[in-house]
């Protein structure tokens, strides 16, 4: 229960506040809650209780008015940018921000379309919760190319730190000893169909340089006593995951890490609370607190502490950020370097290629596993030899259709129901998620002249795919249509979508962490260069975005910046 720990005013000056509660905020207030801080917890959403609010969880599509689609009127008046979500249906919407609240504008010939789930938990509670660590490539190719500025830690810095966030989340995968995807600590991996272990023997066959792997994904697939403890069991394989999920069976902030924190009493939460900007006095260089907006009344409150975690994720930490002026920094705090709100990037989820499989007939799978397979990097692995910098990895698999094969068909009579019991035949497909580069022109700001509800300054984002990005979504569909022609699919179909960046749900960049304070947010600890009490750790951190699914590495930063945090503090050094 998280009613006693729920606060609105407070006088109390805590050691830290953690702005935003979502995958890096959750690590966040579990790690200092953990070392003895006594931690407020700010959420600009509502409070979701585990288990309780989880309210289109387990139901059938006929218990939904319109059969779990999103009425009409509804999408165009509150969800015109959150409808563009794979998760976002009529059981889940609710975890889905409205967009008539929270609008934004993009500059002429621009486009970014911004996923937000505000709530406690936020994120966390509708990501696709694939987990991978980031390679050494990933630290080092900055520097290799020249394209953004290098990482101020490498591998060897982060990985204890994989280890130790992965042994709590819990993530599934087996052990492959790949360079481009590094083992994690993992719980058994999801087993692959038997359609995707005839294509791995195939394509591992025909590409020596590539692998297909297992995905892996922050879902328990064996219960150990040490997630029985915290309340936590195995996947049951039902794909509601974005519902909320009871079982505890994949990893977000209210069945794990939220309830850790909870545990120590150390923990308190402002719920409803909107972050407009940070506190901040110049005699001292640091930062004191938050300025707060209820969301529901609009009154104003603050509150205290002696150091301060942005979490809030990447576009809402910039926006908070960059509101917060003063005389020392009049263009955003902690913005001495002017590099605030640029070098904004996404992944590359624009290409696919499918195409459909013959025979198999007599085989099937169970369940409705939450990873499918992957095919790590191989492209400009020493050095760059395609017309695009960096690279990617495909993601993707095999499954048969179901009764929705009969849909559009002419026939009728008992042979054709009787034939819809039957499902469909097999289909392949493998989707790209490639690197965006970071590039200064790609930015959001603040419009001064327009506010949402709350008063805050509407962002504006400018922000388009370059022409390596357009390189790169060609190179995905042919490499995916050719691995796919390779294993004998028939009707093969390439497609490169136009859609504008933020739809891969992995922003970041716009704070970035760096060697030189002249260039960079942050230095390699997450902390700021010009405030020492203040640490981000969500995605606008990140000097580079790599190909893989970001949010493992948020988790490994935050915890570490914590561990740093912490004790830099015990030392009177923040």
Not at 68 to 90: E, S
Not at 477 to 492: C, P, R, T
Request: charged share 25%.
């Amino acid at each position: 229960m998280i009613d006693p720990f729920l606060i609105k005013k407070s006088a109390k000056k805590y050691d830290a506040i953690v702005v935003g509660s979502g995958i890096s905020g959750g690590w966040a207030a579990k790690e200092l809650c953990e070392k003895g801080l006594k931690v407020l917890l700010i959420e600009r959403g509502r409070a979701v209780k585990h288990r309780e609010d989880y309210s289109g969880e387990g139901k059938a599509p006929w218990e939904f008015d319109h059969r779990g689609r999103v009425a009409t009127n509804l999408i165009n008046d509150q969800y015109r940018i959150q409808k563009k979500c794979y998760a976002f249906n009529d059981a889940t919407k609710h975890f889905f921000a409205n967009d008539k609240d929270y609008p934004y504008t993009s500059a002429e010939g621009t486009a970014f379309d911004w996923i937000r789930g505000n709530q406690l938990g936020g994120r966390s509670l509708i990501w696709h919760r694939q987990s991978f660590r980031f390679s050494e490539l990933s630290f080092e190719e900055n520097a290799r190319d020249g394209y953004g500025c290098d990482w101020p830690i490498r591998y060897k810095d982060l990985a204890p730190w994989y280890s130790y966030v992965e042994k709590f989340t819990g993530v599934s995968g087996s052990k492959d000893k790949h360079p481009q995807l590094p083992d994690s600590e993992c719980l058994p991996p999801f087993e692959m169909n038997s359609v995707e272990l005839y294509a791995k023997a195939l394509i591992e066959r025909k590409y020596p340089d590539r692998k297909m792997l297992q995905g892996r994904c922050a879902h328990l697939s064996e219960a150990t006593p040490f997630f029985l403890e915290q309340g936590r069991s195995k996947c049951m394989a039902r794909n509601q995951c974005q519902r909320g999920c009871s079982f505890g069976a994949y990893f977000s902030t209210q069945s794990s890490t939220l309830p850790a924190a909870l545990k120590t009493n150390n923990l308190r939460i402002a719920c409803n609370s909107v972050v407009d900007s940070l506190r901040y006095d110049d005699k001292t260089n640091r930062v004191t607190g938050v300025n707060v907006i209820d969301e529901e009344t609009l009154e104003t409150r603050e509150y205290q502490a002696n150091m301060v975690f942005m979490c809030a994720s990447t576009i809402g930490t910039t926006q908070i950020m960059l509101n917060s002026t003063s005389k020392a920094f009049p263009n955003g705090i902690a913005n001495s370097s002017g590099v605030l709100g640029h070098y904004l990037m996404d992944h590359i989820y624009n290409s696919e290629a499918r195409g459909e499989i013959e025979g198999f007939s007599d085989d099937y799978y169970k369940g409705n596993r939450p990873t499918n397979p992957v095919i790590p990097r191989f492209q400009n692995l020493k050095k760059q030899t395609q017309a695009y910098a960096r690279g990617y990895f495909l993601r993707g698999g095999a499954a048969r259709t179901s009764v929705v094969h009969g849909i559009g068909n002419k026939d009728f009579g008992a042979s054709f129901k009787k034939s819809l019991q039957k499902p469909g035949p097999w289909g392949f497909g493998w989707g790209g998620s490639g690197e965006m580069l970071p590039m200064f022109d790609n930015q959001m700001t603040l419009d001064s002249s327009k506010t949402d509800k709350w008063g805050m300054p509407l962002i504006e984002f400018n922000c388009k795919w370059t022409d390596n990005d357009y390189k790169m979504m060609q190179a995905m569909a042919d490499d995916a249509a050719e691995i796919l022609e390779s294993i004998g699919a028939k009707n093969v179909k390439r497609n490169v979508s136009d859609a504008p960046p933020g739809l891969a749900i992995h922003e970041m960049g716009t704070a970035r962490m760096g060697r030189d304070a002249n260039t960079s947010v942050l230095n390699g600890n997450n902390q700021c260069h010009d405030i020492p009490n203040l640490f981000i750790t969500d995605g606008s951190c990140m000097p580079s975005s790599g190909h893989v699914n970001p949010s493992l590495t948020y988790m490994a930063l935050t915890a570490r910046a914590a561990d740093f945090a912490v004790k830099a503090y015990r030392d009177k050094k923040i």
